[in-house]
């Protein structure tokens, strides 16, 4: 019951592409979330999405951008595809309604990861 | 600013010995915290809250403001927790997290 699919596992690009990685979610989650997974750095936030059409920048935006023209999909952008993008990108969503106090949200459901090779 | 610290970027132990994974947040309002589990070739997953005090796959953590930590514990490694294993914080309710560095959990037959 996969329920946060990311549309590739594996991608090669060239340096100077322009790459696009799609996230979808079946749960009708409000937010959406776009991390890189480095060795020794852990999960890097680069955007974030609490509704259609609305982004926030992470702590890591620099290179990329983000669409969200439905609920269900949040696609991660990079302009110009560098060496230094080469990673694992982590989606993820989750509920407003498991947010703020007393208790706030059950956690993030993860997607299985795209893991970019930019040569 | 670290607000999340994983000190151990590999915990090694032999199956049966005790388990502390280690995790301290730099966060002065009231935080929520919890881990994360990525078994080999699986997604991030979640494994347990601090604020739901429960016990998931016979680990626990217990959030200490004074000493602003929020270690994993288990009494009895298995060789099925071997795992990538990461603490968040959420401050403020907001809506994203914020991830440690991770720590590699590999528990020896």
């Known amino acids: 019951d996969v329920k946060v699919t990311q549309s590739s596992r594996y991608l090669v690009k060239r340096t100077g592409e322009k790459v696009f990685l799609e996230c979808v979610q079946d749960m009708d989650h409000e937010n959406m979330f776009w991390y890189r997974q480095d060795p020794g750095l852990g999960l890097r936030l680069i955007y974030f999405s609490y509704d259609v059409k609305m982004k926030e920048k992470g702590d890591i935006p620099e290179g990329y951008s983000v669409s969200r023209e439905k609920k269900e999909r949040f696609s991660l952008i990079l302009e110009s595809a560098s060496t230094n993008q080469t990673s694992m990108y982590l989606c993820?969503?989750?509920?407003?309604?498991?947010?703020?106090?007393?208790?706030?949200?059950?956690?993030?459901?993860f997607g299985s990861g795209t893991r970019l090779t930019v040569v | 600013a670290q607000r999340v610290t994983q000190p151990e970027k590999l915990l090694s132990v032999f199956k049966g010995a005790p388990v502390e994974l280690k995790c301290n947040y730099s966060?002065?309002?009231?935080?929520?915290l919890f881990w994360y589990v990525q078994y080999s070739r699986q997604r991030l997953q979640l494994l347990l809250r601090?604020?739901s005090r429960e016990s998931i796959k016979g680990f626990t953590a217990d959030l200490n403001k004074g000493e602003t930590s929020f270690h994993l514990k288990k009494p009895f490694a298995q060789e099925e927790d071997s795992a990538m294993y990461y603490c968040a914080l959420n401050m403020d309710s907001s809506y994203k997290l914020i991830f440690g560095s991770g720590t590699r959990l590999l528990v020896r037959p």
């Open positions: 601090h604020i």
């Open positions: 966060y002065s309002g009231s935080p929520e």
């Open positions: 993820a969503s989750s509920s407003d309604q498991m947010t703020g106090p007393p208790y706030p949200h059950y956690g993030y459901t």
